[in-house]
């Protein structure tokens, strides 16, 4: 599994950004969850890190810039 870069403190920034934008409480517990994963800020479709400014803007973002400006294929 691949254990992401981030640090303790860019992780609880990272927490208080989810918590600040997340109302609902299982809701919140989720996006909680997923930042506690070793995987989280890895790009779910090339497996990439997803740049730490871009988790700042968007926390719940799953894949990498290059990844997310890819087009989206037909059918789905």
Known sequence: ???HYLTIEQREYLEKLIRSRVRGASQLETALEKLRQPDYGTCIECGKDVDYARLQIEPFA?????????????GT
């Open 62 to 74: 799953l894949h990498c810039l290059a990844c997310s400006r890819l087009p989206i294929p037909a």
């Open 1 to 3: 599994m691949h254990y």
